[in-house]
């Protein structure tokens, strides 16, 4: 990047002294995204934590704060859920659990 252009998008991963790091499979730091969107103009693409299909869904519900997107490893390696499943609950903006 040059030319005095900005990010657009960053990636935003907990780690050390934040509630969920990457690969642990213990739900996003939603409160940490907002946060940073709020400080930022970049989008953000959030990751860590996404353990069950309703973190990519609860992580779709932050686009209007600047959440572009999400990261998610680990629980598709584990069998959690397929990547299938996950884009068919965001990309419909479906939301389950009363959430």
């Known amino acids: 990047m040059g030319g005095g252009h900005g990010a657009r998008r960053s990636g935003l991963c907990p780690l050390r002294g934040h509630r969920c790091r990457p690969g642990t499979l213990t739900s996003p730091n939603t409160g940490l995204f907002t946060q940073v969107c709020a400080r930022?103009?970049?989008?953000?693409?959030?990751?860590?934590?996404i353990a069950s299909l309703d973190d990519p869904r609860?992580?779709?519900?932050?686009?209007?704060?600047?959440?572009?997107?999400?990261?998610?490893?680990?629980?598709?390696?584990?069998g959690a859920f397929t990547l299938t499943e996950a884009l068919a609950g965001t990309a419909t903006g479906e939301r389950s659990g009363g959430r």
Request: proline fraction near 3%.
């Open 40 to 49: 930022s103009t970049a989008g953000v693409l959030a990751a860590g934590g």
């Open 58 to 78: 609860t992580v779709a519900g932050l686009a209007p704060h600047g959440v572009e997107g999400v990261l998610i490893g680990r629980a598709l390696f584990a």
